[in-house]
């Protein structure tokens, strides 16, 4: 391959016909390129590599030679007009090169490495496909029926605890208790197919309900109790369902593509400081939102502005109301800090289903007494699931206000999946099996996909639900198809008993969840450690989601951490390298770069050897595009000035370079012209192949020149020996 005045091979194979103890530096498997050295060698036209084999037809593994120096050396000999190759073996590598030629060890390395890069190649079956992505024909299969006893008792003891969480957090949505129910089912039983975590439990979660409750208050607006009429409350309440499923559907799509294009990374792409701050504030957003069902009557303010309304209005309070939902609530409160305590003797507390006994005492003593008549209930729900689509009939959803939902539907994507994916790992972890970023995005996107056909708000993983399943003895999913069966008898048959449910009992157990996501040991983690910045984030991000309201926090939590990725990747990742005092043929670091601030005065970077020569020896860190490549030859313009001695050349190390966009190419052009012009010699070490060829193609290697690339420092070194004086007299310095 022959790009403007050099291929490949011509570059590596100057440097090796140049140094005659150059370890091989790369490969590049060109059958088409071959050029003849002075010794008359053939030489591939490729960049050579001691860990590239090709695989012979024999099943036999040999390796590749490229530039004479690398795996195996082939000699080929002209034998009555035939080629022949003769296979010796060379000291390529530290790993195959240390081993005895005489050994079989290193012939069946060569031969498992063949073997390994030929099944890479290897088409993967439609079937093997379908097993991947669908992990229930997996585990189905080979599930034991001795696990059955300890997921029975797990699947009962989440459900007891998923079915009254479902209908508080459709309250708190202001839907049809039948949602709730159905968002326990439905997102649970298709996680159970495509999912890959044994212990996840899947359904409402208290800080995604809340997102999603505050993105529909946006949308749809917040219902009067005292200006509406019961048929405009109706036509309200359909018209919040209908978008809930839309904004279901959004989430879903998110995750869903996210996890196909493989952006499993995402999760992690905010700050831990911003996202602990902003969870902190709709903790408290959550607990405010409820104050007006706890005191008996309907709060139409946010944020703070709740506790301003209510002590304005504090006379309405409805005492009955209010001492039912303290009493549920110390009962909630009490339970917590029980299973909180580290004591042997109250290890129980754990699988008591507090929740569920709540509620029922409160239904019950509500159905059999009058108190039904002074607080409000939860009134009459048919039982039976919705019929699909149903919640989107008659609905009046525009195009505009989709477009609207968008970023809060990408956020509350995030939220759900970074809580999912710390559920998924954790409990991985534990048992030791694997769970994929990526997979579990498309599992949670197709259950959120699915399910608001038939009418639900978002699910995820909740990570007490989740630890109560692996504390239960849940060993695989078949937990998760026990609780959906336990929901949909629940859907079928229980609903109107449900008639007589305080509405302040739910109130008291949402109000218990926002307090179990309250995270201080992070705000003491980051005081303890001085992380005064991050403290800062965290208090940025709590003040403004309260102040703001929700909305407000995300754009601000979104904007911010967008800006931290760009601070840091743009931030230049530079050793400087130094001879070692100890043994002259090892170079070590000096100093790591990462502020090109750091210089406000001048600094001797250069040491001894390069306090004496003038030779600035580099490594680049990271790979170079348009956001970091400015500050990196900014920070190379500035080692040079603040030095004590004029640099006379420059040794860069760019093996730890992967890629080299165009943006960074130009700009390496510019900086290595100057310096041409300057007269400061240049030499380029461990380049990857993409890179060179890159470096071909802007003209790069035409300004270094292929005798100035090396494999090793210590060979770029020795050759700057050679020259230096001469080109420091051509300069004119002394």
């Not at 229930?136 to 797990?154: E, G, M, N």
């Not at 709740?306 to 309070?317: A, Q």
């Not at 400015?630 to 040079?640: D, P, T, Y």
Request: with cysteine; aromatic share 10%.
């Amino acid at each position: 391959m022959r790009i403007g005045r050099w291929n490949v091979g011509q570059i590596f194979n100057r440097s090796n016909a140049r140094i005659s103890e150059t370890t091989p530096m790369l490969s590049n498997n060109s059958n088409n390129n071959k050029n003849e050295n002075e010794n008359g060698n053939r030489i591939e036209g490729g960049i050579m590599d001691n860990t590239a084999f090709k695989h012979n037809s024999d099943g036999n593994s040999s390796g590749s030679n490229s530039g004479g120096g690398g795996g195996y050396s082939s000699n080929h000999n002209n034998n009555n007009g035939n080629e022949e190759e003769e296979e010796e073996w060379m000291e390529p590598t530290e790993e195959i090169g240390s081993i005895p030629k005489s050994s079989g060890m290193r012939k069946r390395m060569i031969e498992s490495t063949g073997k390994i890069l030929e099944g890479l190649n290897e088409k993967i079956s439609l079937k093997e496909r379908t097993f991947y992505y669908i992990p229930f024909l997996t585990w189905i299969q080979s599930y034991s029926p001795s696990l059955l006893k300890s997921d029975l008792l797990a699947g009962i003891s989440v459900a007891v605890m998923l079915i009254p969480q479902s209908l508080a957090f459709a309250n708190l949505i202001g839907i049809d208790p039948r949602i709730g129910l159905q968002t326990a089912f439905f997102p649970l039983l298709i996680y159970l197919i495509f999912g890959n975590s044994k212990q996840a439990a899947i359904g409402p979660e208290s800080v995604v309900s809340i997102l999603s409750a505050t993105t529909l208050d946006l949308i749809v607006g917040v219902v009067s109790d005292h200006s509406n009429s019961i048929a405009e409350k109706e036509i309200y309440l359909r018209e919040r369902a209908a978008w809930v499923c839309v904004l279901t559907l959004m989430i879903g799509f998110s995750a869903l593509l996210l996890g196909l294009l493989r952006f499993g990374f995402l999760v992690h792409m905010f700050s831990r400081a911003l996202l602990s701050g902003f969870i902190n504030a709709v903790a408290i957003h959550i607990i405010l939102e409820q104050l007006g069902t706890l005191f008996g009557f309907s709060i139409h303010s946010h944020s703070f502005e709740i506790v301003i309304e209510l002590f304005r209005r504090i006379k309405e309070t409805n005492t009955i109301a209010l001492g039912v939902g303290i009493g549920c609530l110390s009962f909630l409160v009490l339970f917590r800090v029980l299973g909180s305590l580290k004591v042997k003797q109250l290890g129980f507390i754990k699988f008591v289903p507090h929740i569920l006994i709540c509620v029922l005492i409160a239904t019950i003593v509500c159905g059999t007494t009058d108190l039904k008549e002074k607080i409000d209930v939860l009134g009459k729900v048919p039982s039976g699931f919705l019929t699909p689509l149903e919640t989107l009939k008659g609905s009046n959803i525009k195009m505009k206000k989709i477009a609207e939902v968008i970023p809060s539907a990408f956020f509350i994507t995030v939220i759900g999946m970074i809580e999912s994916v710390l559920v998924a790992t954790t409990f991985a972890s534990k048992l030791n099996y694997r769970v994929s970023n990526n997979r579990e995005l498309v599992a949670m996107g197709l259950s959120n996909c699915i399910a608001p056909i038939f009418g639900s708000f978002p699910a995820f993983a909740s990570l007490g639900r989740s630890a109560l399943n692996f504390q239960s003895g849940a060993r695989s999913q078949i937990s998760s198809l026990v609780s959906a069966i336990i929901v949909f008898f629940s859907i079928m048959f229980l609903l109107p008993f449900f008639e007589y449910m305080p509405k302040v009992a739910l109130a008291a157990v949402i109000i218990n969840a926002a307090i179990g996501i309250f995270e201080f040991h992070e705000l003491i983690f980051l005081w303890n450690i001085r992380a005064y910045q991050d403290l800062f984030l965290f208090f940025l991000s709590f003040i403004s989601t309260n102040v703001l309201g929700v909305e407000g926090g995300i754009a601000l939590t979104i904007a911010v951490s967008l800006l931290l990725i760009v601070k840091h990747t743009s931030s230049p990742h530079v050793a400087i390298i130094q001879r070692s005092p100890s043994n002259p043929e090892h170079f070590e670091e000096a100093a790591i770069i990462r502020d090109i601030n750091l210089f406000q005065e001048k600094h001797d970077f250069y040491l001894e050897y390069m306090a004496e020569r003038g030779v600035l020896i580099a490594r680049i860190d990271e790979p170079l595009y348009f956001a970091n490549i400015g500050q990196i030859k900014e920070l190379f313009m500035k080692l040079e000035q603040r030095g004590t001695v004029p640099v006379h050349a420059v040794v860069l190390d760019a093996g730890n370079i992967p890629f080299v966009d165009p943006s960074a190419a130009a700009t390496l052009h510019e900086l290595f012209q100057e310096w041409k012009n300057r007269m400061i010699l240049i030499c380029l070490v461990k380049t990857r192949p993409p890179v060179v060829n890159l470096f071909i193609q802007c003209g790069i290697i035409d300004l270094v020149t292929p005798e100035r690339m090396f494999s090793e420092i210590k060979d770029a070194i020795h050759y700057l020996e050679q020259s230096i004086t001469d080109h420091v007299n051509q300069r004119g310095f002394p």
